[in-house]
């Protein structure tokens, strides 16, 4: 089992950026798929998840900039962040974990830098 990110770069702030992470090795439509982000000197923290029947939950210092969305059919979560700043520069790691269970399954994170 697998899960890889991409998508992360370098980006000016007020711009957007879109991360993918694909799932390998099973199905992940019944798992609910989270972001996680983690900043040089700091704790990771959550970003946004999405549960198997579509609901989302963000981070109040993401809310209406950054959404969250599935593509079951390709085994794929995505976060479309937009209007980024300098702050939500962070290696972003994608997660599933099952209805029941924690965050087990972990992609290898990419990284997203936003310049001034």
């Known amino acids: 089992v697998q899960l890889q990110a991409s998508g992360g770069g370098l980006v000016q702030a007020g711009g957007s950026l879109r991360l993918s992470c694909a799932a390998s090795g099973r199905s992940f439509s019944t798992y609910n798929r989270a972001w996680f982000r983690q900043a040089p000197g700091k704790e990771r923290e959550f970003v946004a998840s999405i549960s198997w029947s579509g609901v989302t939950a963000y981070a109040d210092s993401v809310k209406g900039r950054f959404t969250i969305s599935r593509d079951n059919a390709k085994n794929t979560v995505y976060l479309q962040m937009n209007s980024l700043k300098r702050e939500d520069s962070a290696i972003y790691y994608c997660?599933?974990?099952?209805?029941?269970?924690?965050?087990?399954?972990w992609g290898q994170g990419t990284l997203v830098t936003v310049s001034s």
């Open positions: 997660a599933g974990r099952t209805t029941q269970g924690s965050y087990d399954y």
